[in-house]
């Protein structure tokens, strides 16, 4: 069975438009992204065992999988967009990465003309945190606080150090617009941000998305990570 994204997307706009419309308490989302995570590199694939991944391999036996699901762009921000809106990226000129921030082309990024998930759950009464990489422009205008988001860490660029926050000037980690001078680890940052904005909010539904710039490059991790 292959799942597009549009009809992933329209699937979660269905569930939670039903509950909204009942008495039941709307259901909280959290969305986890790998960022460059090949299928095969987790052990609950049954490929490889030179990387454990306890925590993953308990949800994927717990939960659901989709073994013959496809995205509809094959690299960073083409799937973002993807995801943030539920269309076919094509059909809203969004086919390529930006390249990076000195580079990029001045106004691009995801079409002001999208409304985005978080935009049409915030009309339902949802928190709405966004916590990692962005890639979906550098501009103001395209910024997660303008798409819809309550609260933003993270970086609007494609790659970023892990371990330096103000390693790249022209694409610093931010928490909301302000950039961060210096941070521990990014994967164990934006996770501390997310559980913070769940506790936050738990009195409340909420949407939380979570994109890791991990495990896409540089590749940089801490003395205890590469021990494990």
């Given at each position: 069975m292959k799942i597009s994204l549009a009809l992933l997307f329209a699937g979660v706009l269905a569930t939670l438009a039903s509950v909204a419309s009942s008495a039941e308490r709307k259901p909280n989302v959290l969305v986890i992204l790998a960022d460059d995570l090949g299928w095969g590199e987790l052990t609950c694939q049954g490929f490889t065992r030179d990387i454990p991944t306890p925590h993953i391999d308990s949800i994927a036996k717990n939960g659901i999988r989709f073994t013959n699901g496809y995205v509809s762009?094959?690299?960073?921000?083409?799937?973002?967009?993807?995801?943030?809106?539920?269309?076919?990226?094509?059909?809203?000129?969004?086919?390529?990465?930006?390249?990076?921030?000195?580079?990029?082309?001045?106004?691009f990024g995801l079409s002001l003309q999208e409304t985005t998930i978080a935009d049409r759950l915030k009309t339902v009464g949802y928190a709405t945190g966004w916590f990692g990489k962005s890639h979906l422009g550098y501009e103001p205008q395209f910024h997660p606080l303008?798409?819809?988001?309550?609260?933003?860490?993270?970086?609007?660029?494609?790659?970023?150090?892990?371990?330096?926050?103000?390693?790249?000037?022209?694409?610093?980690?931010?928490?909301?617009?302000?950039?961060?001078?210096?941070?521990?680890?990014?994967?164990?940052?934006?996770?501390?941000?997310?559980?913070?904005?769940?506790?936050?909010?738990?009195?409340r539904p909420w949407f939380c998305y979570l994109p890791f710039n991990a495990v896409h490059a540089p590749l940089q991790s801490t003395e205890k990570s590469y021990q494990c």
């Open positions: 762009g094959p690299y960073c921000s083409p799937t973002r967009a993807g995801f943030m809106t539920g269309r076919y990226q094509q059909r809203f000129s969004h086919e390529f990465n930006p390249g990076p921030a000195e580079a990029a082309v001045k106004n303008k798409r819809g988001f309550d609260e933003f860490f993270g970086f609007l660029g494609g790659a970023h150090s892990y371990l330096d926050a103000a390693s790249d000037k022209s694409n610093p980690i931010q928490r909301g617009t302000t950039p961060v001078n210096s941070l521990d680890y990014t994967t164990d940052a934006f996770g501390r941000e997310a559980i913070a904005f769940i506790e936050r909010h738990r009195d």
